[in-house]
Structure formats: C-alpha cells, structure tokens
C-alpha cells in the first residue's frame, strides 16, 4: 500500500519548507560571504521559517485538500464496480492526485449515464402521457359519436314524416298558385320549399351519421376519388374562383378504402376549403406514401382554425361557420367514414398557413 492523501500532503508540505529554506539560503549566503549578516541568526531564521512554513503547510494541506479528496474517494468507490468500456476501476496503489482524477471521472461519468437515463425515462413518461390523452380523447369522442347518433336516429325518424308532409305540401301549394297573384305569396311558398330542402338535407346527414353504410374496402387508386370530389366541386358557385393544386406523386400506392365514402370525404374537405379561402384562394391537395399507408393533406389558404376551436373540430354539430351556413356534421361524419375505413382524419392549423387537414388511408397490400 502507497501512502495515503495525508501523508503526501505532509511530504508536500515538508517540500514547500525545504524549497523556502534553500531561497532564504540562496539570498542570504552572499550576504554572509561579506559579513553583513550575523551567521547564528541567519541561521536561526532558516529554521523558523522552515518550520512555520511545514506547520503551516501541515495544518491546511489535510484541511483543505485531504478531506475533500477522501469524501471524493468515498463517492466514486461507492459507485461500485464497473463493466469494460464504462467508468474507470479506482485503484488503491496509484498516486493521491491520480487516484483524485480517475474518482472524479467516475462521479463526472456516472453523473452523466445516470442523465441520460432520467432523460431517456422522462421522454418515456411523456410519450406514455401522450398516448394516454390520444386514448382517452379517442375515448370521449366514441362515447359523445355514440350518444349522438343514438339522439340523431330518434329525431331524424320523428322529424322525417312531417318534414315530408310539409315539402309536400309546399309543392301542391306552389302548382297552385294562381297566375297573377300576390308576389308576397309565391314568395312565402318559396321560403317554406327551402326551409324544408335545408331540414330535409340536415335529417339525411344525421341519418348518414347515426347509421353509416358499411364500407366497401377495395384496392383503389387515390386519384379517382380525388377527381370525382373535384369535379362536383367545381360545380358549385362557391368553388369556380378557388385554385386547386394537386400534388400526387408518381407511383403512389394504390389504397384499400371505399371509393365513393372517400370521394364523400374529399368533397367535404374541399368546400370547406372554398368555404375557408371565401370563394377566391387557394386548395393544395397533396400525397406521399408512408410506412404501410398513404397519407393526403388538404391544406387552404384562409384563416386557419383557433387554436381554442382544433379540439372540437370533429365534434358533432360544432361549426366555425356563420349561423345558417353548416350543420357541423360534415367533419363528424368524415372521422366516422375515415375510422371505420382503417384509417385517421387530423386538423391542424400552421401559423400563417391556413387550415389542414391530413388523412392516413391504409396502403392495399
């Protein structure tokens, strides 16, 4: 066994004495060469500094370096042994100072691994965390769709027959009228004719959201879709000024989904879209192939969508839209065709960016 802290800062220390005796020496033997000094006291003066400086460098040497590197000691050889590659072994027959280094990269390296495994658990917890609100969102939401569509059923059936008796009537009062009459007539014809059409397109989304028809999953090229939804929509008054980008790669796999209810879905997402830019603006609509999926991006050039409102957006009945202008099914109704396909539906409004929208459609095999 080498000595310990204690003794080689006591050696030190009789150093430093050593080392201030021979420059006291060095100054003074010229001095006594030319007997200007006295031989005894310069002699007596050697001695005593060279003993305060060993008192000294033996009472604060221990204090303020031994302990602290014992305590050092203790902590690196309490981090036990360690693996090949890993922390250095903290030998007991090398130098004090040595022995110092290789304990304080022991502490420095476990202080690190154990960094990174807080890091690697806290990132763990997070993504758990995350998958848990994704889950219990998904959760709320199947509940809310299942009350809904429960309430919509019931009140579709209850409104559907007189709804009918009303647009029938409506239609007998207008072959009716007579030829001249008062125009406030044929106008309050009119109005109860729309307002039936408008509850009559509303009572069939809620019937479509209530008891969606079964997919019909097939092999199909996304583009067909695509290109049905946009040639209804171009039809519309809404939709002539709006631009529409198509960027769909070549070879793009073909997807299994129901064509005509991803048309649906394509259409809805596109007026919205016109709806969103005010008639005027721009529709980007692209895709690229993930890992056993398609995925599409419609993406406007309006607005975009509160932050406060991105939550709620597939809710039934909620609408960004002036009163009068949606149901708030459409996106509802989307979620439900796009989950019952195999596939997801997520909105998500970039700053400066407008709305988008993005669609994950399982790749055909």
Do not use: W
Not at 72 to 99: C, I, K, V
Not at 200 to 211: I, P, Y
Not at 215 to 230: E, G, H, K, R, W
Not at 275 to 300: I, K, L, P, Y
């Amino acid at each position: 066994m080498r000595p310990g802290p204690r003794l080689l800062l006591l050696a030190v220390a009789a150093a430093l004495a050593a080392a201030s005796s021979a420059l006291l020496l060095a100054l003074g033997l010229p001095l006594l060469a030319r007997r200007a000094l006295d031989a005894q006291r310069f002699g007596l003066l050697v001695g005593l500094s060279a003993l305060a400086v060993l008192g000294l460098g033996a009472v604060l040497l221990p204090r303020l370096v031994a302990r602290p590197l014992e305590r050092l000691f203790a902590a690196a050889s309490s981090l036990g042994p360690q693996g090949p590659g890993q922390l250095p072994p903290l030998g007991d027959g090398e130098l004090s100072l040595s022995r110092a280094a290789v304990a304080f990269e022991r502490v420095a390296g476990a202080l690190a691994e154990e960094r990174a495994r807080l890091a690697a658990k806290v990132d763990e917890l997070t993504a758990a965390n995350r998958a848990l609100a994704e889950a219990r969102e998904s959760l709320l939401r199947s509940e809310k769709l299942a009350t809904v569509g429960r309430l919509a059923a019931g009140l579709a059936h209850e409104v559907g027959n007189p709804l009918g008796a009303i647009a029938g009537y409506a239609e007998v009062a207008r072959t009716r009228l007579p030829a001249g009459g008062p125009p406030e007539l044929a106008e309050a014809v009119e109005r109860i004719a729309g307002a039936a059409a408008r509850i009559d397109r509303t009572v069939r989304e809620l019937l479509d959201f209530a008891r969606p028809a079964a997919p019909a999953l097939l092999p199909i090229d996304l583009a067909a879709p695509l290109q049905a939804a946009l040639r209804l929509a171009r039809v519309q008054a809404r939709f002539r000024e709006v631009e529409v980008a198509l960027e769909l790669p070549p070879g793009l796999p073909r997807v299994r989904a129901d064509e005509h209810q991803l048309s649906q879905v394509f259409l809805n997402l596109l007026l919205n879209a016109g709806d969103a830019v005010g008639g005027a603006g721009r529709v980007t609509v692209r895709a690229r192939a993930g890992s056993g999926a398609v995925e599409v991006e419609v993406e406007d050039s309006g607005p975009g969508i509160p932050a406060a409102d991105l939550p709620r957006i597939f809710d039934p009945f909620f609408t960004t839209k002036e009163p009068g202008q949606g149901t708030g099914l459409g996106l509802a109704i989307c979620h439900g065709i796009l989950t019952a396909m195999g596939g997801e539906i997520a909105a998500s409004s970039p700053p400066g960016r407008g709305a988008r929208f993005t669609l994950r459609l399982p790749a055909a095999c």
